[in-house]
């Protein structure tokens, strides 16, 4: 049974969003207690968890800033960023709809996600806010070890997020998160004689937000700094087969800020960037380790890095990694962005993500525009790879619809 996760949700998942080098290779440590293939390279050390369609981007106005998001300006996809900017918005009321398509560039039409989100001011100092994520995997034809069929199936996974948010001061703010996951992988399937079924969790987001005004050579401007925790929960399993098939939630630390400084009336620029580290345990290996021999220490035939407790494994996941602190730093995802807005209607936008070869090797370009009107905003997002890794959104287009219901009222109006 060892491995089921790797089976179904990495082939149908995982895989799906990362397409990671090959984990299965090889390695051991060498003279100076590094990790490396047998041609003395770094080995891949990819952190795994269950259920990563929670982390897909899919703001197509983020998505064309290199997945930046946690301090740009409030809108309804701060909930999936920072639920704590909600009650920052300039709006009393919005909602956004996006529609991701996935593996486009292979040909499947029939694999998306789609993301609604909405949230609602109380007054100035509270807000709530909700959200649906939809991910469809398409028609999948099952078969057994042997390439027997074994039947059809639409693999599906989606989560119901909803939060509050309220105002602790002028400038500082802080939101919670309440969250049901529903994983749908392979339900009624065989694996190793046992049966799957439909995976399900509970997670919280918490997250905190500084907003200040200040002047940057005597021009106006707007810093942003933000702190956000998410899918803190429970761990989720596909069987009954007890702790060696539960699996991590993809709990993750984001930091980020965003900096808006307005020339004038009309023409605006911000600069953004996020730094994201995965708060799950890396996998150990045994000194003389092949590809197979995970640490053991208890010999019980589960690796101690999956015995971890979700909480436990949020503070070792700091201290854990077998390179020590140069594989930790390593296990950091960094983005960046840039927007131009004139006049509050129009926007350009660029950016690039970036990470360590050995934890995913994802490398892109993004690029975007942006239109508003009165209460219609409009996002378009591209991707660029710049690597030969494949990405799931090569060469796809992407598109968000958000909706500000305030500015009936007079509101305002707001750069998202």
């Given at each position: 049974?060892?491995?089921?996760?790797?089976?179904?949700?990495?082939?149908?998942?995982?895989?799906?969003?990362?397409?990671?080098?090959?984990?299965?290779?090889?390695?051991?440590?060498?003279?100076?207690?590094?990790?490396?293939?047998?041609?003395?390279?770094?080995?891949?050390?990819?952190?795994?968890?269950?259920?990563?369609?929670?982390?897909?981007?899919?703001?197509?106005?983020?998505?064309?800033?290199?997945?930046?998001?946690?301090?740009?300006?409030?809108?309804?996809?701060?909930?999936?960023?920072?639920?704590?900017?909600?009650?920052?918005?300039?709006?009393?009321?919005?909602?956004?709809?996006?529609?991701?398509?996935?593996?486009?560039?292979?040909?499947?039409?029939?694999?998306?996600?789609?993301?609604?989100?909405?949230?609602?001011?109380?007054?100035?100092?509270?807000?709530?806010?909700?959200?649906?994520?939809?991910?469809?995997?398409?028609?999948?034809?099952?078969?057994?070890?042997?390439?027997?069929?074994?039947?059809?199936?639409?693999?599906?996974?989606?989560?119901?997020?909803?939060?509050?948010?309220?105002?602790?001061?002028?400038?500082?703010?802080?939101?919670?998160?309440?969250?049901?996951?529903?994983?749908?992988?392979?339900?009624?399937?065989?694996?190793?004689?046992?049966?799957?079924?439909?995976?399900?969790?509970?997670?919280?987001?918490?997250?905190?937000?500084?907003?200040?005004?200040?002047?940057?050579?005597?021009?106006?401007?707007?810093?942003?700094?933000?702190?956000?925790?998410?899918?803190?929960?429970?761990?989720?399993?596909?069987?009954?087969?007890?702790?060696?098939?539960?699996?991590?939630?993809?709990t993750n630390l984001g930091l980020g800020g965003a900096w808006t400084i307005n020339f004038d009336n009309y023409n605006s620029l911000t600069l953004a960037a996020d730094v994201n580290k995965l708060l799950v345990p890396t996998r150990c290996f045994d000194d003389d380790r092949t590809a197979?021999?995970?640490?053991?220490?208890?010999?019980?035939?589960?690796?101690?890095?999956?015995?971890?407790?979700?909480?436990?494994?949020?503070?070792?996941?700091?201290?854990?990694?077998?390179?020590?602190?140069?594989?930790?730093?390593?296990?950091?995802?960094?983005?960046?962005?840039?927007?131009?807005?004139?006049?509050?209607?129009?926007?350009?936008?660029?950016g690039y993500f970036t990470e360590s070869r050995t934890k995913g090797d994802r490398h892109y370009f993004t690029v975007g525009l942006g239109l508003k009107y009165n209460i219609f905003g409009l996002n378009f997002s591209y991707l660029v790879p710049t690597t030969n890794q494949r990405n799931?959104?090569?060469?796809?287009?992407?598109?968000?619809?958000?909706?500000?219901?305030?500015?009936?009222?007079?509101?305002?109006?707001?750069?998202g």
């Amino acid at each position: 049974m060892k491995g089921l996760l790797l089976k179904i949700a990495c082939l149908m998942t995982v895989g799906v969003l990362f397409m990671p080098t090959n984990t299965e290779a090889q390695c051991f440590f060498d003279s100076n207690g590094n990790l490396v293939n047998p041609d003395g390279s770094e080995c891949i050390n990819t952190i795994l968890t269950a259920v990563p369609f929670l982390r897909i981007v899919s703001d197509a106005r983020s998505g064309a800033m290199g997945d930046v998001g946690i301090g740009l300006s409030a809108d309804a996809n701060a909930m999936h960023f920072n639920q704590s900017k909600l009650v920052m918005a300039e709006q009393s009321l919005g909602i956004s709809a996006t529609y991701t398509p996935w593996l486009r560039s292979l040909g499947l039409n029939d694999v998306y996600l789609a993301y609604l989100t909405g949230y609602y001011k109380l007054d100035d100092l509270q807000a709530v806010g909700v959200g649906l994520r939809y991910f469809a995997l398409g028609d999948i034809n099952f078969t057994d070890e042997n390439g027997n069929p074994t039947g059809t199936g639409r693999p599906n996974e989606f989560e119901f997020t909803a939060a509050y948010s309220r105002k602790l001061s002028e400038k500082f703010s802080a939101g919670i998160g309440a969250k049901f996951i529903y994983s749908n992988l392979a339900s009624g399937q065989q694996v190793d004689g046992q049966t799957i079924d439909a995976g399900t969790s509970g997670a919280a987001d918490v997250s905190l937000t500084y907003d200040t005004e200040i002047e940057a050579n005597g021009k106006p401007s707007d810093l942003t700094l933000g702190l956000a925790i998410s899918n803190i929960g429970s761990k989720i399993t596909y069987t009954n087969a007890g702790n060696q098939q539960k699996d991590f939630l993809p709990t993750n630390l984001g930091l980020g800020g965003a900096w808006t400084i307005n020339f004038d009336n009309y023409n605006s620029l911000t600069l953004a960037a996020d730094v994201n580290k995965l708060l799950v345990p890396t996998r150990c290996f045994d000194d003389d380790r092949t590809a197979e021999d995970e640490c053991d220490l208890d010999g019980n035939d589960v690796p101690d890095w999956r015995e971890e407790s979700p909480i436990g494994g949020i503070f070792t996941s700091f201290s854990d990694a077998p390179g020590g602190f140069d594989e930790e730093l390593k296990e950091l995802m960094l983005s960046f962005g840039l927007e131009y807005w004139y006049d509050k209607q129009f926007a350009v936008r660029a950016g690039y993500f970036t990470e360590s070869r050995t934890k995913g090797d994802r490398h892109y370009f993004t690029v975007g525009l942006g239109l508003k009107y009165n209460i219609f905003g409009l996002n378009f997002s591209y991707l660029v790879p710049t690597t030969n890794q494949r990405n799931p959104l090569d060469n796809t287009l992407r598109f968000s619809l958000l909706f500000d219901f305030g500015a009936f009222n007079g509101d305002g109006v707001d750069n998202g």
